[in-house]
T-cell receptor, first 112, second 113 residues
Framework: ETGVTQSPTHLIKTRGQQVTLRCSSQSGHNTVSWYQQALGQGPQFIFQYYREEENGRGNFPPRFSGLQFPNYSSELNVNALELDDSALYLC???????????FGSGTRLTVV | GNSVTQMEGPVTLSEEAFLTINCTYTATGYPSLFWYVQYPGEGLQLLLKATKADDKGSNKGFEATYRKETTSFHLEKGSVQVSDSAVYFCALSVDQAGTALIFGKGTTLSVSS
């Protein structure tokens, strides 16, 4: 049974650029959630995808968007990057209706 | 709104000491409660959970009891090891569909031998 895989592990972007982060969910999981974890803080819920549609969203602006693919993998896209977007981005997969989240190791995004 | 408050860290203990990390919550309805652990450079791992009042979650020697009357879910371990050094997050979910977790800010535990 494979866990949750995220790529890349680290990247550096310039303010105003766009970025795409990728996540492969754990085998058998059909739901993917994304979280932003700023340094020294707890993770903040961005959104969740189920059956390729957004299934819940936290307090993040529309420049944060996502996709889920038929194989349940997912992408997080952030447009018009700001310095405050620098954070660890965590992907978590689960079965819809369950609380058994499996987290990936995250992508460390630095915006300069 | 819904929120989780954890004790400020860091918590520094000697090996075999008793550990308590306090967690209180504010939530509508009847949330499920969780403790997650994050080791350096890694993602979050579920440590234990409780889904209703008076439930006790336990794993790897860690325990936490869901106390509705005090809205608390304190994490305890009788004898910590150096390998327990990590950041611990208390979290809740009010959505029965399991849509989102609400996390506290985390408490760093450092155990020395």
């Amino acid at each position: 049974e494979t866990g949750v895989t995220q790529s890349p592990t680290h990247l550096i972007k310039t303010r105003g650029q766009q970025v795409t982060l990728r996540c492969s969910s754990q085998s058998g999981h059909n739901t993917v959630s994304w979280y932003q974890q700023a340094l020294g803080q707890g993770p903040q819920f961005i959104f969740q995808y189920y059956r390729e549609e957004e299934n819940g969203r936290g307090n993040f602006p529309p420049r944060f968007s996502g996709l889920q693919f038929p194989n349940y993998s997912s992408e997080l896209n952030v447009n018009a990057l700001e310095l405050d977007d620098s954070a660890l981005y965590l992907c978590a997969s689960s079965l819809q209706g369950g609380h058994g989240y499996t987290f990936g190791s995250g992508t460390r995004l630095t915006v300069v | 709104g819904n929120s989780v408050t954890q004790m400020e860290g860091p918590v520094t203990l000697s090996e075999e000491a008793f550990l308590t990390i306090n967690c209180t919550y504010t939530a509508t309805g009847y949330p499920s409660l969780f403790w997650y652990v994050q080791y350096p450079g890694e993602g979050l791992q579920l440590l234990l959970k409780a889904t209703k009042a008076d439930d006790k979650g336990s794993n790897k020697g860690f325990e936490a009891t869901y106390r509705k009357e005090t809205t608390s879910f304190h994490l305890e371990k009788g004898s910590v090891q150096v390998s327990d050094s990590a950041v611990y997050f208390c979290a809740l979910s009010v959505d029965q569909a399991g849509t989102a977790l609400i996390f506290g800010k985390g408490t760093t535990l450092s155990v020395s031998s």
